[in-house]
């Protein structure tokens, strides 16, 4: 079974950092790329970053840019999200998915985790 289990989310001071990990298991996780996505109050879903099956390509949005890092240890199947310098309006439910290239899309995302950005 695929599952993507999120976490490191939680309250933090304006001007702070958090470090989400997301683990894999159930597949062989260095043949995929995986994208972290966040589902705003508002309810919008933004697309955060990504990176590739062997780290060699990221990419991040360009509101959070300079702000993130990605990165990923194959050997312990996770992907990185290390988040500084956070913002009010970084509060949102972050996912990570699993990126599948012959859909296009992403097939298997985790339950999230809450980050809330907040003095």
């Known amino acids: 079974e695929v599952q993507l289990v999120e976490s490191g989310g939680g309250l933090v001071q304006p001007g702070g950092s958090l470090r989400l990990s997301c683990a894999a298991s159930?597949?062989?996780?260095?043949?995929?790329?995986v994208t972290w996505v966040r589902q705003t109050p508002g309810k919008w879903l933004e697309w955060v970053s990504d990176?590739?099956?062997?780290?060699?390509?990221?990419n991040y949005a360009e509101s959070m840019k300079g702000r993130l890092t990605i990165s990923r240890d194959n050997a312990k199947s996770t992907v990185y999200l290390q988040m500084d310098n956070l913002k009010p309006e970084d509060t949102a439910v972050y996912y990570c998915?699993?990126?599948?290239?012959?859909?296009?899309?992403?097939?298997?995302w985790g339950q999230g985790t809450q980050v809330t950005v907040s003095s």
């Open positions: 990176i590739s099956w062997n780290g060699g390509r990221t």
């Open positions: 159930g597949f062989s996780f260095d043949d995929y790329d």
């Open positions: 998915a699993r990126i599948a290239a012959n859909l296009g899309g992403f097939d298997y």
